[in-house]
């Protein structure tokens, strides 16, 4: 049975007992395969950027998962469990279908240009007439980061995945990716004095359908506020914002710099 | 460097005060080395055990740390087949100490048979009549288990998951963990039960010797009854331990309830049976032998009093401690409870170990002393440095406490 082990004695006793260690082996192995090639399956079919998406979004506060229709008062309280993947919510769906367009209202004193769409991880995209998009910081983000030390840009022809990482920022002892609002190929480069960040050709015609804008944007805005303040009374022997009035220009001098990390993450959506 | 690996939201000591902390134990570790060299280069001689002395300090040492690492299957078992999500809280902690204690047993075992290249002989030319033989399999296995369920928090590491690879990997694992947690259970309890049959099947030693059931004794089923109960304790008492070193609140205090509820029933059926079990063995399987089990407690220290330390003060008192909701809502006692839990299984494996050997089994015998040399402690101790020192490199980069983010923030 056992080459070079003359000793061993295959009666079904000494038989089940190795059998069954075997069999348990195998299965501890199987497993490990199983999940290395469902892995490099999943890494080739480029939905790594989903998964590490899903994955963040499990970790984040559940104030961070307030549903959209919760935002403009549609469906208070309600939280999404889809990962802000709107595009196969039947209950988005039945919305949009019977809603009407909401008022652009007040958006917290942040500005929130209309022609733009708005990812929930505070990054905008703008449709340009060429067919591609531009992407970039939106104010509350651009506040709260202040003066990034580094910007971390993916070169041009990198492919961007939906939800997956655009590019990376560090301010102080923080370091944040941005989700990226589309799937597309990054085609420019641009910077913060350019008023732009990457400029993405889009696979296929622009789904904006996960994005927030008009009314919806203005409502995110306001919300956002709140849970700003929130991440921000959560560090200890910071005072909260007072209600009221507008936030100031540059938000990063507010935060703690023990703080800013786990304040960015979780404004901008990384666990 | 060091910034960037711990997790966000996560407050840790400043590098210099944590290689400060480490130092004492990486010195413990390398002194064990230090005597493991010694036994592989000079051999066993360098310990007090002999030929009727065989297992000494390592295989006690060996038998606690695997009772109290099985809050890792225990836990696991809860937590993925039962559905008790509430202990999300603490299986991270729980697969560390679980890995800590299988590594630290496996490598411990390694020294104790003397020729860790020949440790493939066991697989090879299994001695398929041997209790130990299966402990052997059960337990490397399960430290590949042990290993695979580890893996994915190293993978979650803050810079680690930044590689789209491992992360995916680690959620393909994730979601694969149910089966990791059953075969985890089932090698632990056929491997705890061996641990605890082994004793039992010493006929020509009346101590140890315990009916059997079917073709276990005893002892097989208190063994993986008594580690299943003290291992909720030992995960309760570690976190609590971590979260006063490092002055933090790691988990909220119903977490902790739980676990305490949770070890007292089960260290509660161990002491009901383990209490029948000792009256069966007093009134008929010793007696049956031709030896009054009063023999047993005639020699310093030996005592009536061990038994009634093992079975009442550290088995039936923390039971009921840890049933009460009164004790329960106060952390202090709930540890303590914990404590004497951990205590009596731990008192346990000594008795079953150490006395078993030291009492005469032969008319002509005699009771026999054991004090391990300083080799042997050594490498015992390297294996609480060694332990402390993963575990604490853990805490610092991984994040073993999900909810410790949100504890934080809330101030």
Same mark, same amino acid.
């Given at each position: 049975?056992?080459?070079?082990?003359?000793?061993?004695?295959?009666?079904?006793?000494?038989?089940?007992? *190795?059998?069954?260690? /075997?069999?348990? %082996?195998?299965?501890?192995?199987? =497993? @490990?395969?199983?999940?290395? $090639?469902?892995? !490099?399956?999943?890494?080739?079919?480029?939905?790594?950027?989903?998964?590490?998406?899903?994955?963040?979004?499990?970790?984040?506060?559940?104030?961070?998962?307030?549903?959209?229709?919760?935002?403009?008062?549609?469906?208070?309280?309600?939280?999404?469990?889809?990962?802000?993947?709107?595009?196969?919510?039947?209950?988005?769906?039945?919305?949009?279908?019977?809603?009407?367009?909401?008022?652009?209202?007040?958006?917290?004193?942040?500005?929130?240009?209309?022609?733009?769409?708005?990812?929930?991880?505070?990054?905008?995209?703008?449709?340009?007439?060429?067919?591609?998009?531009?992407?970039? *910081?939106?104010?509350? /983000?651009?506040? %709260?980061?202040?003066?990034?030390? =580094? @910007?971390?840009?993916?070169? $041009?022809?990198? !492919?961007?995945?939906?939800?997956?990482?655009?590019?990376?920022?560090?301010?102080?002892?923080?370091?944040?990716?941005?989700?990226?609002?589309?799937?597309?190929?990054?085609?420019?480069?641009?910077?913060?004095?350019?008023?732009?960040?990457?400029?993405?050709?889009?696979?296929?015609?622009?789904?904006?359908?996960?994005?927030?804008?008009?009314?919806?944007?203005?409502?995110?805005?306001?919300?956002?506020?709140?849970?700003?303040?929130?991440?921000?009374?959560?560090?200890?022997?910071?005072?909260?914002?007072?209600?009221?009035?507008?936030?100031?220009?540059?938000?990063?001098?507010?935060?703690?710099?023990?703080?800013?990390?786990?304040?960015?993450?979780?404004?901008?959506?990384?666990? | 460097?060091?910034?960037?690996?711990?997790?966000?939201?996560?407050?840790?000591?400043?590098?210099?005060?944590?290689?400060?902390?480490?130092?004492?134990?990486?010195?413990?570790?390398?002194?064990?080395?230090?005597?493991?060299?010694?036994?592989?280069?000079?051999?066993?001689?360098?310990?007090?055990?002999?030929?009727?002395?065989?297992?000494?300090?390592?295989?006690?040492?060996?038998?606690?740390?695997?009772?109290?690492?099985?809050?890792?299957?225990?836990?696991?078992?809860?937590?993925?087949?039962?559905?008790?999500?509430?202990?999300?809280?603490?299986?991270?902690?729980?697969?560390?100490?679980?890995?800590?204690?299988?590594?630290?047993?496996?490598?411990?075992?390694?020294?104790?048979?003397?020729?860790?290249?020949?440790?493939?002989?066991?697989?090879?030319?299994?001695?398929?009549?041997?209790?130990?033989?299966?402990?052997?399999?059960?337990?490397?296995?399960?430290?590949?288990?042990?290993?695979?369920?580890?893996?994915?928090?190293?993978?979650?590491?803050?810079?680690?998951?930044?590689?789209?690879?491992?992360?995916?990997?680690?959620?393909?694992?994730?979601?694969?963990?149910?089966?990791?947690?059953?075969?985890?259970?089932?090698?632990?309890?056929?491997?705890?039960?061996?641990?605890?049959?082994?004793?039992?099947?010493?006929?020509?030693?009346?101590?140890?010797?315990?009916?059997?059931?079917?073709?276990?004794?005893?002892?097989?089923?208190?063994?993986?009854?008594?580690?299943?109960?003290?291992?909720?304790?030992?995960?309760?008492?570690?976190?609590?331990?971590?979260?006063?070193?490092?002055?933090?609140?790691?988990?909220?205090?119903?977490?902790?309830?739980?676990?305490?509820?949770?070890?007292?029933?089960?260290?509660?059926?161990?002491?009901?049976?383990?209490?029948?079990?000792?009256?069966?063995?007093?009134?008929?399987?010793?007696?049956?032998?031709?030896?009054?089990?009063?023999?047993?407690?005639?020699?310093?220290?030996?005592?009536?009093?061990?038994?009634?330390?093992?079975?009442?003060?550290?088995?039936?008192?923390?039971?009921?401690?840890?049933?009460?909701?009164?004790?329960?809502?106060?952390?202090?006692?709930?540890?303590?409870?914990?404590?004497?839990?951990?205590?009596?299984?731990?008192?346990?494996?000594?008795?079953?170990?150490?006395?078993?050997?030291?009492?005469?089994?032969?008319?002509?015998?005699?009771?026999?002393?054991?004090?391990?040399?300083?080799?042997?402690?050594?490498?015992?101790?390297?294996?609480?440095?060694?332990?402390?020192?993963?575990?604490?490199?853990?805490?610092?980069?991984?994040?073993?406490?999900?909810?410790?983010?949100?504890?934080?923030?809330?101030?």
């Amino acid at each position: 049975m056992l080459p070079g082990n003359t000793d061993f004695i295959a009666d079904p006793f000494n038989l089940v007992f *190795l059998g069954v260690f /075997a069999a348990v %082996l195998a299965t501890v192995v199987g =497993t @490990l395969v199983v999940a290395a $090639v469902s892995a !490099r399956r999943a890494v080739t079919r480029g939905k790594a950027a989903s998964i590490l998406w899903q994955h963040e979004f499990e970790e984040l506060p559940s104030s961070a998962k307030e549903c959209r229709h919760a935002l403009t008062g549609e469906l208070p309280g309600r939280h999404c469990d889809r990962a802000f993947e709107c595009k196969g919510c039947e209950t988005h769906a039945k919305l949009v279908a019977d809603a009407k367009a909401l008022p652009f209202l007040d958006t917290g004193g942040f500005d929130v240009p209309a022609d733009r769409y708005y990812h929930r991880g505070h990054a905008w995209l703008k449709p340009e007439e060429d067919g591609t998009v531009t992407l970039g *910081l939106d104010d509350l /983000a651009t506040r %709260l980061v202040g003066k990034p030390s =580094t @910007l971390d840009l993916p070169p $041009v022809g990198e !492919r961007l995945a939906e939800n997956g990482p655009a590019f990376r920022l560090s301010a102080g002892k923080a370091r944040v990716r941005i989700a990226s609002p589309v799937t597309g190929e990054v085609v420019e480069t641009g910077s913060l004095a350019k008023g732009f960040l990457l400029r993405v050709k889009p696979d296929g015609p622009l789904d904006t359908r996960a994005l927030l804008s008009g009314g919806e944007a203005a409502a995110f805005f306001t919300r956002e506020m709140d849970r700003l303040q929130l991440a921000i009374s959560g560090a200890r022997g910071v005072p909260a914002l007072a209600d009221g009035g507008l936030p100031v220009g540059d938000l990063s001098k507010a935060i703690p710099e023990e703080d800013r990390d786990r304040v960015l993450g979780e404004m901008l959506l990384e666990a | 460097m060091d910034d960037t690996l711990i997790g966000r939201g996560l407050k840790r000591t400043p590098l210099p005060r944590f290689l400060l902390w480490l130092a004492p134990w990486a010195g413990l570790l390398a002194f064990g080395l230090y005597a493991t060299y010694l036994c592989f280069a000079h051999g066993l001689n360098q310990t007090n055990m002999d030929n009727r002395f065989a297992f000494g300090l390592w295989i006690y040492l060996d038998l606690t740390v695997i009772a109290l690492g099985a809050g890792a299957f225990f836990t696991g078992f809860l937590l993925y087949i039962l559905k008790r999500t509430e202990l999300k809280a603490v299986i991270n902690s729980a697969v560390v100490i679980g890995f800590i204690c299988y590594s630290g047993a496996v490598g411990i075992l390694m020294v104790d048979v003397g020729q860790p290249l020949r440790a493939w002989f066991t697989f090879w030319h299994p001695n398929v009549h041997s209790m130990l033989t299966e402990v052997t399999f059960c337990i490397t296995l399960y430290l590949g288990v042990l290993a695979v369920e580890y893996a994915p928090l190293v993978m979650k590491n803050r810079r680690l998951k930044e590689i789209p690879g491992l992360l995916v990997l680690e959620h393909k694992l994730h979601k694969l963990m149910v089966v990791f947690a059953g075969i985890g259970t089932l090698l632990s309890f056929f491997h705890q039960g061996s641990l605890g049959g082994l004793y039992g099947v010493l006929r020509g030693n009346p101590f140890a010797f315990r009916e059997h059931i079917f073709i276990w004794p005893t002892t097989f089923f208190l063994f993986i009854l008594s580690a299943a109960a003290v291992g909720p304790s030992f995960v309760l008492l570690t976190t609590w331990l971590v979260g006063k070193v490092s002055r933090k609140r790691l988990v909220s205090p119903e977490v902790f309830q739980t676990l305490g509820k949770i070890s007292g029933w089960l260290l509660l059926v161990y002491v009901v049976l383990k209490g029948i079990d000792s009256l069966v063995w007093i009134n008929a399987t010793s007696p049956k032998t031709g030896v009054q089990v009063s023999s047993f407690y005639a020699h310093p220290p030996f005592g009536t009093w061990i038994l009634f330390a093992e079975v009442v003060l550290l088995g039936l008192v923390p039971a009921v401690l840890l049933l009460s909701r009164r004790v329960r809502a106060r952390t202090g006692l709930l540890v303590l409870a914990a404590v004497m839990a951990c205590a009596g299984v731990v008192l346990n494996r000594y008795v079953m170990t150490i006395q078993t050997l030291a009492l005469p089994s032969l008319p002509f015998d005699s009771f026999l002393s054991y004090s391990p040399s300083w080799q042997e402690t050594a490498a015992f101790l390297a294996v609480l440095g060694y332990g402390v020192l993963l575990y604490s490199i853990s805490f610092r980069w991984l994040n073993l406490f999900p909810e410790e983010r949100e504890l934080a923030a809330k101030g």
